[in-house]
């Protein structure tokens, strides 16, 4: 009888169920994007545009006040590649699949996914909306005012929150709520690795690879004050003697404060960048 053989194909598709399986936070992340994407015969090349929601303000009274739709949008830049390179021999390709991916696929996503993994989590130095000052151990508190910031932003509330804790923190946070982490079937199939359970409106996994953030020499203060008014641009200019800010830094300023992002009624809190 004729050799069955594995196809790329075969590989490929079991490569990228694996890698999904392994990836907790970048298979968390909404993946929706602009359709402009998916259309035949227009390529879009590596810059994929991603809507932003539209806004409008709201009048008073009974006369018409009309005003223009302006959609925007950001570019997401498709700058990173990274791969594992294999060869196989023709006796490794007639493997059964699962065979194959134990000896193969398995530890060659493995290595990948942690490299995607550390690449993601390096985004989190761009986000403004932090949680300051989480001290020496995590808590229910902490997570929950995490949980405050994503709706005080109308981040939408369906039950796809992530909440993702080094390996300490881990130890920690289900030690002291264990009691809330039930053993229901939907924790029994933990579809990807590191995963705790739900509770507090998170999905909550375990990450060995979230890293720490190094802050400048920046003294920890509530609202800087800006050096000269009327400044404009992607800088600003503020009384700080030589201490100095890193990226991930998180600033406010003295009388800047949030808005709502619809009613833009003033929020009393500092706005953060």
């Known amino acids: 009888m004729a050799n069955s053989l594995l196809t790329s194909t075969m590989v490929t598709r079991e490569a990228l169920r694996v890698l999904h399986q392994k990836l907790n936070f970048v298979g968390s992340i909404t993946r929706d994007y602009d359709d402009s994407y998916a259309k035949s015969g227009a390529k879009i090349g590596d810059s994929l545009k991603i809507r932003l929601p539209n806004q409008y303000t709201v009048r008073s009274g009974a006369t018409l006040s009309t005003q223009d739709t302006t959609e925007s949008s950001v570019t ?18 007639t493997l059964s699949l ?31 909306n932090n949680v300051n000052n989480i001290g020496s151990a995590i808590s229910l508190n902490k997570v929950l005012t995490g949980r405050k910031v994503l709706n005080d932003n109308l981040a939408p509330m369906d039950d796809q929150r992530t909440a993702l804790l080094n390996t300490q923190d881990n130890v920690d946070l289900v030690d002291s709520l264990k009691g809330l982490f039930q053993d229901s079937d939907a924790i029994k199939s ?9 509770t507090a409106g998170f999905d909550f996994y375990e990450n060995t690879l979230l890293g720490t953030s190094t802050t400048g020499t920046a003294a920890s203060t509530t609202g800087y004050l800006v050096n000269g008014a009327s400044q404009t641009g992607s800088s600003i200019a503020v009384n700080t003697g ?18 709502h992002p619809e009613t833009k009624a003033d929020t009393g809190s500092l706005q953060q960048f």
């Not at 997401?76 to 390709?93: I, M, N, P």
């Not at 065979?99 to 403004?128: G, K, Q, S, T």
């Not at 933990?190 to 739900?198: K, L, N, P, S, V």
């Not at 030589?242 to 808005?259: E, L, M, P, W, Y």
């Open 76 to 93: 997401l830049q498709v700058a990173t590649q990274k791969g594992v390179d294999t060869t196989f021999t023709s006796a490794e390709l």
């Open 98 to 128: 699962d065979d194959f991916a134990d000896r193969i696929i398995e530890p060659a996503m493995a290595v990948l996914a942690a490299n995607i993994e550390a690449d993601a989590f390096n985004m989190a130095l761009d986000v403004y």
């Open 242 to 259: 030589s201490t100095t800010f890193k990226r991930g830094d998180i600033v406010t300023f003295a009388g800047c404060n949030r808005v």
């Open 190 to 198: 933990q579809y990807r690795d590191g995963a705790m359970g739900r």
